[in-house]
């Protein structure tokens, strides 16, 4: 079941990140990252081509209140974000009465290969499971998606099945891979006590 949340007032912090609801003068950050072409179409859409289209996406986020910003403590600048979105679950009878919410993320090609992608996703997974008090969360990447792939697998998710899934910036279906975490499984890799 999909249901608002509100991440405004939230900072979580890892050994490399600050994750941070996203601020105005975040703008030259996002739109470095996201006018690489490359980054965007692995999420769906395509690269920023005007820094007004990142304005824009910026207010989006800003007023949405569902998307972390990735706050790089070392090098001061935003390198990514990472939003709790409505899930796939809500279009699967077998999902739908779970409350979850899908994890998605974007990083800077400058910094993939780094292991912050885990990082930021266990960090968030711990937030939704404690403090959101979430069933599920879950995830998806594209198929021919490996690096996220990978994320996802680091981070303990299950495969459940592929999909077709309509990209609605990029104008174009493309096959996707569903997966699921549990809370009991997240508890029960992460050896904590179901309260």
């Known amino acids: 079941m999909d249901f608002k949340i509100d991440v405004s007032n939230t900072t979580i912090e ?5 994750l941070r609801p996203f601020e105005k003068s975040d703008l030259n950050d996002l739109f470095t990252y996201a006018s690489v072409p490359g980054v ?3 999420a769906g859409w395509g690269h920023h081509d005007s820094i007004e289209t990142s304005q824009n996406i910026l207010d989006m986020f800003i007023e949405e209140k569902e998307v972390f910003a990735l706050y790089h403590k070392v090098d001061s600048k935003v390198i990514g974000s990472l939003g709790l979105h409505q899930s796939w679950t ?10 979850v919410k899908e994890i998605g993320y974007v990083l800077s090609k400058d ?10 996703v266990n960090a968030v997974l711990a937030y939704c499971f404690n403090d959101l008090d979430l069933e599920a969360v879950t995830c998806s990447h594209f198929v ?21 899934f309509f990209a609605k910036q990029l104008k174009k279906e493309i096959e996707d891979v569903n997966y699921i975490l549990f809370k009991e499984e997240y508890l029960k890799r992460n050896n904590k006590v179901i309260v």
């Open 90 to 99: 809500e279009n699967d009878d077998k999902y739908k009465d779970l409350k």
């Open 40 to 42: 965007g179409e692995m």
């Open 14 to 18: 890892t050994k490399r990140l600050l």
């Open 111 to 120: 910094y993939w290969g780094q292991g912050l992608m885990p990082e930021a």
């Open 144 to 164: 021919y998606n490996n690096q996220s792939r990978r994320v996802i697998e680091k981070c303990g998710f299950t495969y459940v099945k592929k999909n077709v």
